[in-house]
């Protein structure tokens, strides 16, 4: 059964701004994009939680907001005292949603790993430290995380941090959903049956979106990306084309019935306003 559009559930990333002024225009694009009555707001983490004050004072702004607010929360190079210091302080802070990830270390680190080898590792801490008290979001890769070494190990990860304890999960960027659905049915069939939301990326610029996906193991199809670099330098023709693009993505989504949608904002409302209106949510 196909939701109605009212009651796909909607959920927006953002990162921590690094300047006064982007606080104040963070702040801005958070009141514009409330409009679309987000379940919730997640907020990124730097590597090795570089961070960390940064993400706890935009959670604390949203929370401050009326609005439900999940931080990042990776456990690299963290000791289980430090991960029981943290959450007794998101409990105190009236957090009951995050998301748990392994993390990455910040580049040039010399230290150890910690006592966390995986984010599946921080899951079931949390669950035996905290009981059902926190909604864990995970992180999924439709087209396999950039450093597992086959979809099938992926996969195998994936399904190890459902059954540790994860609540659902958030999908990396992509545009080919097949490789989502794909995702769906083999998570399904070993068992890990949570919600599986698709992570959204608006197109605003191309030598942006094309170095994000390419990092993160993203596929741009061919005649997307080829689109995009004959643009040029013309920003309008690269927007109206990115709207339509990924406008189409979340419309067949929503067709199939997909639980949500979680959509990183970029820390700007612009382009999630337009999709979220043609799609008429």
Known sequence: MTPTNHALPLSLEFFPPKTPEGVIKLAAARRELYTVKPQFCSVTYGAGGSTQQGTMQTVRDILAEGMPAAPHFSCIGASKASIRDQLAQFKAEGITRIVALRGDLPSGYG????????????????????????????????????????PQTDLQAYVTKVKAGATSAITQLFFNT????????????????????????????????????DNCGAEIPRWVRLRLQGFGDDSESIKAFGLDVVTALCD???????????????NQATATLEICKRLGI
């Open 252 to 266: 067949r989504l929503r067709s199939a019935g997909v639980p949500g949608m979680h959509f990183y904002t970029l």
């Open 178 to 213: 097949d490789a989502y659905f794909r995702f769906v049915d083999e998570a399904r069939a070993m068992g890990a049956d949570v919600p599986i939301v698709p992570g959204i990326m608006p197109i605003t610029n191309s030598s942006g979106i094309i170095r994000f996906a």
């Open 111 to 150: 230290g150890t790993a910690g006592e966390f080898r995986y984010a599946s590792d921080l899951i079931a801490f949390i669950r035996a430290e905290t009981g059902s008290y926190f909604h864990i979001e995970v992180a999924a890769y439709p087209e396999m995380h950039p450093q597992a070494r086959s």
